[in-house]
C-alpha cells in the first residue's frame, strides 16, 4: 500500500501563486509515477497533471497548462504542484494520486491510491 500526504493548500487571490505537496510512504517511491487531481463543489474529480518516475515527463489538464507545473524529489518521497497565476475556478480540494498498473494517466482508474486532498480557494 501507499500513503499519501499532502499539504500546502489554503487561500489566495487571484494571480497568487500557491505550492502543494505530497508525502509518499508505504512502498518504493521511484516504482511509481504520480498525479494530481482536484474536485469543486458540484462537479465531478478533474485530472491536473501527472509525472513520471524520474520527473522527466509531464502531463497537463488543459485548464492548467502554462501556469501549473508538477514536479517531484524522489529524495524526499514528494511530489509538488507549483501553482501560479491562479484562478477563481482553480478553487477545488485537491488530491495527489499513485499511478496504478493500468488506466490512462488522465483518469481516475489509472491510479490506485489516493491522499485525503487539501482544500485551495481563490477569491477574485
Known amino acids: 500500500q501507499v500513503q499519501l500526504v499532502e499539504s500546502g493548500g489554503g487561500s489566495a487571490r487571484a494571480g497568487d501563486s500557491l505550492r502543494l505537496s505530497c508525502v509518499a510512504s508505504?512502498?518504493?517511491?521511484?516504482?511509481?509515477?504520480m498525479g494530481w487531481f482536484r474536485q469543486a463543489p458540484g462537479k465531478e474529480r478533474e485530472f491536473v497533471a501527472a509525472?513520471?518516475?524520474?520527473?522527466?515527463?509531464?502531463y497537463y489538464g488543459d485548464s492548467v497548462k502554462g501556469r501549473f507545473t508538477i514536479s517531484r524529489d524522489n529524495a524526499k518521497n514528494t511530489v509538488y504542484l507549483q501553482m501560479n497565476s491562479l484562478k477563481p475556478e482553480d478553487t477545488a480540494v485537491y488530491y495527489c494520486?499513485?499511478?496504478?498498473?493500468?488506466?490512462?494517466?488522465?483518469?481516475?482508474?489509472?491510479?490506485?491510491?489516493w491522499g485525503q486532498g487539501t482544500q485551495v480557494t481563490v477569491s477574485s
Open positions: 509525472v513520471s518516475i524520474t520527473g522527466g515527463i509531464a
Open positions: 508505504g512502498r518504493t517511491f521511484t516504482t511509481f509515477a
Open positions: 494520486a499513485s499511478r496504478g498498473n493500468s488506466g490512462e494517466y488522465n483518469t481516475q482508474g489509472g491510479y490506485d491510491y
